[in-house]
């Protein structure tokens, strides 16, 4: 199943895995919402029930300093990364915990430990999502439940190009 916050981007995803031979479906889903997150473990419950793996790589690449942050009371852009992947893993989570296994895997970034000018807001992120990865694996652990991380180099998407373009 292939989320995003809209359904072009899901439905995307979704044809080019099955253009590759693959199986995928799409569904719309905003990682910065908890109500999008919930209703989108209670979908992919219903319809994959037997499913032991779930990923989740929801995230923003805004060049932004740390002063610019807060400016005019807004909340951080990269809100999706972190907040997203605490309510990602509580609700897919619940869903291992009862069937008494599975496999979390959420998507860190080499940022977390290689920075550069612009990129501490996303980097600090990144690295907590480390932390998180290991205390939420330290409590489904005992249930059969694995929760790790990877952590990939800089890929050229869309979302880079304003920082490469910088």
């Not at 060049?63 to 942050?69: E, I, K, S, V, W």
């Not at 979390?104 to 612009?118: K, M």
């Not at 501490?120 to 249930?143: N, Q």
């Amino acid at each position: 199943m292939c989320a995003d916050r809209t359904g072009e981007g899901a439905e995307a995803t979704a044809a080019g895995i099955r253009v590759q031979g693959g199986s995928a479906e799409s569904a719309v889903c905003d990682a910065a919402n908890a109500a999008d997150v919930a209703a989108l473990a209670t979908s992919a419950k219903q319809k994959f029930p037997a499913a032991r793996y779930r990923g989740h790589n929801a995230g923003t690449e805004h060049p932004q300093d740390h002063p610019r942050l807060h400016r005019g009371g807004s909340r951080p852009r990269h809100h999706p990364q972190y907040q997203g992947t605490v309510w990602f893993f509580q609700n897919f989570g619940r869903i291992m915990v009862d069937q008494q296994g599975g496999s979390l895997i959420a998507c860190s970034s080499v940022r977390a430990v290689t920075i550069e000018p612009g990129l501490a807001v996303y980097g600090s992120t990144k690295a907590a999502i480390g932390l998180l990865v290991k205390g939420f694996a330290s409590e489904v652990g005992r249930f059969g439940v694995r929760v790790n991380a990877i952590a990939p180099s800089i890929v050229e998407t869309t979302l880079t190009a304003p920082q490469a373009a910088a």
